[in-house]
C-alpha cells in the first residue's frame, strides 16, 4: 500500500498531489511539467516537503504534520534513472553487487535468500555478468540498472521514465521483463512516464497528473476509458484497453482468437498459449461505428455495444465511450459521422475495429517479438 500526500511550491509551480494505490506498478503520467518528478523526488526523500505524508507498507516516510522525515539514504527506495548510470570500470557482476552495499542485513520475503541469482534470472542478464556497460546496448543496461535497484532490498522503486532514452526496439526488449518484475515480485513500483503507450500496457493503477495536480486516478482501463482526459492523455493515441484471455489460434492465417467479456477479436498470432491474460489496447482512430451488424465487409472485429457517452463540443470531432459488455471502447468520429447517423446516449450500435489496431503496439503481455509491426491483418 502506498499513500501519498505532497504540497510544495517550486519556484513559479505549486505541487499539491495526493494518491493512494494498492501497490503494483502505479504509473504517474502527464504532459512536461506537470509535476511527475517532483511528486517522486519527494517519495525518495530528495527534498522535505512544505506539507505533506508518504507511507509505503505502513512504514511513514514523511509526515510534517508529526515533524516525521526519513532521509533519502534511509528509505530504501530503488530509484531508475532515465538512463542507467552503470560505473563504466565495473562489470555487470560488480555493478549488481554494488547495491548491497546499500541494502538491508535482512533481505525481504520478495526476494529471499538466493536474491542475487532470482534478480539476475528475472531480468535474463545471466550471460551479461563478466561484460562491462561499454559493451551493453541500451536495454541491457537499463535492466542491469533496475537489478542493482532491486538489490538494495527496496520498499520501493521508483522508475523515472526509464525507457525515454531508448529507441523502439529497445523499448520492446525491455517491456516483458519489467512486466515480470510487476507480476512476480512484491515490490510496489511508481513508474514516471509521458507515453501512453508504456502506461497502458505496464500500468495496474494509473495517477494522471496536470499542472501539479492529480486529474484522475483508477485502475489503467477505467481511466483511459474516460473521455473527458483526452485533453490530458492525447487524442491522437486516445483509446480503451480489453482485458483478454487466448481462446484459440488459428495456425492457417497466423491469426490468434482472444476472448473478452466484450467478445472475440482475431489479432496477429502471439506466442501465448491457450488461457494466457492479455491486454488489448485499442485506439479511438482505429474504431468505426455501424448502425447493424456490417456484411460483406473485410474487417474481422466487430463488436455489439450502447453509446454511453457522448463528449459535449463543437469542433468538427465527436468522442464517444461505448459499454461493450461492462467493458468501455472509445471511438473517434466526424461530427458529420453522429449527425448523419443519429448516434445517441444508449443507442445500440456495432463497433467495427480496423485491422490496423492491432500491430505490436497494441499488445501487452505478449512474448518479444510475437506480435510484429509487420504481421498487421490486411483490411482488403
Excluded at 546499500?102 to 520478495?110: C, G, Q, R
Excluded at 538466493?114 to 551479461?128: A, C, K, N, S, T
Aim: with cysteine.
Amino acid at each position: 500500500m502506498l499513500s501519498v500526500s505532497v504540497t510544495h511550491s517550486l519556484g513559479g509551480f505549486t505541487l499539491d498531489a495526493a494518491f493512494d494505490s494498492e501497490g503494483g506498478l502505479t504509473a504517474l503520467f502527464g504532459r512536461s511539467g506537470a509535476g511527475k518528478t517532483s511528486l517522486v523526488n519527494a517519495i525518495a526523500g530528495l527534498y522535505r516537503p512544505e506539507r505533506g505524508r508518504i507511507a509505503v507498507d505502513g512504514a511513514v516516510l514523511t509526515d510534517t504534520a508529526a515533524g516525521i522525515f526519513v532521509p533519502a539514504h534511509r528509505r530504501r527506495v530503488g530509484y531508475v534513472f532515465q538512463e542507467g548510470r552503470l560505473f563504466p570500470h565495473f562489470s555487470v557482476r560488480q555493478n549488481l553487487l554494488y547495491g548491497r552495499w546499500f541494502a538491508p542485513k535482512a533481505p525481504p520475503k520478495a526476494l529471499g535468500g538466493g536474491e542475487f541469482d532470482q534478480v539476475v534470472g528475472l531480468l535474463g542478464i545471466d550471460r551479461l555478468l563478466a561484460r562491462r556497460p561499454a559493451h551493453l546496448s541500451g536495454g541491457e543496461k537499463q535492466r542491469v540498472a533496475i537489478g542493482r535497484a532491486l538489490l538494495t532490498r527496496p520498499r520501493i522503486l521508483v522508475m523515472d521514465e526509464p525507457l525515454a532514452a531508448l529507441d523502439e526496439g529497445r523499448r520492446a526488449e525491455i517491456f516483458p521483463y519489467i512486466e515480470r518484475l510487476r507480476d512476480e515480485m512484491r515490490v510496489p513500483i511508481v513508474y514516471v512516464s509521458h507515453s501512453i503507450a508504456e502506461v497502458a500496457r505496464l500500468a495496474t493503477t494509473l495517477v494522471v497528473l496536470s499542472e501539479g495536480k492529480v486529474a484522475a486516478i483508477g485502475p489503467t482501463a477505467q481511466v483511459m476509458g474516460r473521455i473527458d482526459l483526452f485533453p490530458l492523455t492525447g487524442r491522437a493515441e486516445a483509446g480503451a484497453i480489453l482485458a483478454t484471455r487466448v481462446a484459440a489460434h488459428e495456425a492457417g492465417f497466423g491469426l490468434t482468437i482472444l476472448r473478452a467479456a466484450a467478445g472475440e477479436l482475431r489479432v496477429p498470432h502471439v506466442d501465448l498459449p491457450i488461457g494466457a491474460a492479455l491486454r488489448v489496447r485499442i485506439r479511438a482512430r482505429d474504431v468505426m461505428i455501424a448502425l447493424a451488424p456490417p456484411e460483406g465487409l473485410s474487417a474481422l472485429n466487430v463488436l455489439p455495444g450502447t453509446i454511453a457517452e457522448i463528449a459535449a463540443g463543437d469542433g468538427p470531432i465527436v468522442q464517444m465511450r461505448l459499454d461493450c459488455a461492462g467493458e468501455a471502447l472509445v471511438a473517434r468520429l466526424t461530427r458529420r459521422s453522429v449527425e448523419t447517423l443519429g448516434l445517441i446516449p444508449g443507442l445500440k450500435v456495432h463497433a467495427v475495429i480496423k485491422s490496423i489496431a492491432f500491430d505490436h503496439h497494441a499488445f501487452a503481455g505478449a512474448q518479444p517479438g510475437a506480435a510484429s509491426a509487420d504481421a498487421e491483418i490486411a483490411d482488403g
